[in-house]
């Protein structure tokens, strides 16, 4: 499973380097797609199954086919640089870096030694994690559920002046 | 999992399975394709395809040789890399899913059991439905890419459309999912040894059946394709092999949705098993084989009689009827459920 797990996490980091990169924002989507399908697929390489292809799911074959569309209606092509701020341009690399660092030392922290496993996975199945979420998490998950209704009704309103 | 010594073999076997299913699965696109033209032609009091071979019956060999020695034509502004990814993408896509399909039970040949299927993925159902939820990029992608004007809106009306009818097809399901209590197909069809699901379910029957045929694309839900008002929609400028990878993207797709209604609904492979032990291993292939066939026949049953939709009739069917008409029925048959369970 090692040398899958390398292609997937190689090409993960690879597109998401893409993501930034692209000039065209359609090329960036789609290379967030692979990313977020790699991603898929290291969880599958756990043995979590069903995360992998809810991952598929929900923001590969939805949140970013709604990306795609809004950039097709768009219709945005490659985009100009612009040489607005010279400090975003100044700060960006140090801070990238921080934040890398940062990273770094928090799984470093967390697992010293390279030969450190995961513990026995826990049950990741739709049962599992049905239950969780209606038992242990089931507040949170009501709050989101209504965010993301008064997410949508904003949404309505402001596409709709007059109702 | 495999010992040391078995590794070779197995692999063997598996490379084998793959090799044979998607061997079945294009000669089956390739003749549905067939069977397309002689029904809609008898229904249309037409003769259909006949001079090739009895019956035209090597019709698709000479389409595909035909197909292939094409020229192809690349418009000279497209972008060069979607658009050559984009029929790759439908195509494999559509080829995808047809691994965790089970044909039929397991056989035993001198101490070997055959599974009938490519992979047994315990959350299998939802497999199939984070692959159909990608296939809309092949056609938006398309659409996009062709930077002309009928391709474009092509893509867009897919998209819009694809995305609508995915609730409902995954909602029409759910009820189904509910009542055998889990997602694994080989599981679902066991669960209906008694009873056919389309008895228990024939709401969810209703709702499966039209989202599929939207989301596949067909009449009477063709918008994308609609060749009266957008010339051929997303694939307008394709030609030659990377049209025909569409075509064929399209129809394996038919096959997939009506193996998976025939899996979900109709109960697979069960049937009436008798005779020797050979005939018994067989048989269920068989009446899992006849069902689709029949789901097959009834897309151009369907093809043959409908006029297309207008594209806001179909969005307001969509949201306005069918899914609320699939909540209702994942209501009503939790209810029953908790209500059997007390």
Redesign the interface.
Same mark, same amino acid.
């Given at each position: 499973m090692a040398p899958l797990f390398y292609i997937f996490a190689a090409l993960a980091i690879l597109a998401a380097l893409s993501v930034v990169l692209q000039r065209t924002p359609?090329y960036s989507a *789609?290379s967030l &797609?692979v990313v977020l399908c790699s991603l898929a697929v290291v969880y599958l390489l756990l043995g979590a199954?069903?995360l992998a292809?809810?991952q598929? &799911?929900i923001y590969? #074959?939805?949140i970013m086919? *709604?990306f795609? *569309?809004v &950039?097709?209606?768009l219709?945005a092509r490659q985009e100009t640089p612009t040489d607005r701020s010279r400090l975003a341009r100044w700060l960006g690399a140090p801070l990238l870096l921080v934040f890398l660092g940062e990273l770094l030392f928090a799984v470093w922290e967390r697992f010293p030694s390279a030969s450190t496993r995961a513990a026995a996975a826990p049950d990741a #199945?739709?049962r599992a994690v049905g239950a969780l979420l209606f038992r242990s998490y089931v507040l949170p998950f009501e709050v989101t559920s209504i965010l993301i209704l008064v997410a949508v009704l904003g949404a309505v309103v402001l596409a709709k002046k007059r109702l | 999992m495999a010992t040391g010594s078995d590794m070779p073999l197995l692999l063997l076997a598996i490379l084998a399975k793959v090799g044979v299913v998607l061997l079945v699965l294009l000669t089956t696109v390739a003749y549905a394709v067939w069977l397309e033209r002689k029904v809609v032609a008898r229904i249309q009091s037409r003769w259909g395809p006949y001079l090739v071979g009895p019956h035209g019956l090597l019709q698709p060999v000479a389409d595909a040789v035909k197909i292939f020695f094409k020229e192809d034509i690349v418009p000279t502004e497209v972008d060069r890399i979607i658009y050559w990814l984009a029929p790759f993408l439908a195509f494999s896509l559509a080829l995808l899913s047809i691994s965790v399909i089970p044909f039929g039970e397991s056989l035993t040949i001198g101490g070997a059991t055959i599974h009938f299927q490519i992979t047994d993925l315990n959350v299998g159902l939802l497999f199939v439905f984070a692959v159909t939820s990608l296939g809309v990029y092949g056609v938006a992608l398309a659409g996009w890419s062709s930077n002309s004007k009928y391709p474009l809106l092509g893509g867009l009306r897919s998209s819009a459309q694809m995305i609508s009818y995915e609730l409902s097809l995954g909602l029409g399901v759910v009820g189904v999912v509910m009542l055998a209590g889990s997602l694994s197909l080989r599981e679902i069809v066991e669960h209906q040894r008694g009873l056919w699901n389309v008895f228990v379910q024939p709401v969810g029957f209703l709702i499966y059946f039209t989202a599929a045929v939207a989301e596949t694309n067909r009449v009477p839900f063709d918008l994308p394709e609609g060749e009266s008002e957008l010339v051929g929609g997303f694939h307008t400028e394709y030609s030659s092999f990377k049209f025909a990878m569409f075509f064929m993207a399209e129809y394996a797709n038919i096959v997939t949705v009506s193996c998976l209604a025939t899996l979900l609904f109709f109960g697979g492979w069960l049937g009436p098993v008798f005779g020797p032990s050979l005939l018994r291993g067989l048989l269920p292939i068989f009446w899992f084989c006849l069902k689709v066939f029949c789901f097959l026949f009834l897309y151009i049953w369907i093809r043959g009689t409908l006029p297309r939709f207008r594209y806001d009739q179909l969005m307001a069917f969509g949201w306005r009827f069918l899914l609320p008409l699939g909540l209702l029925n994942v209501l009503v048959t939790s209810l029953i459920l908790a209500w059997r369970s007390v």
């Open positions: 359609v *789609l &797609i199954e069903f292809v809810i598929v &799911i590969a #074959g939805a086919v *709604l795609v *569309l &950039i097709m209606l219709n #199945g739709p | -």
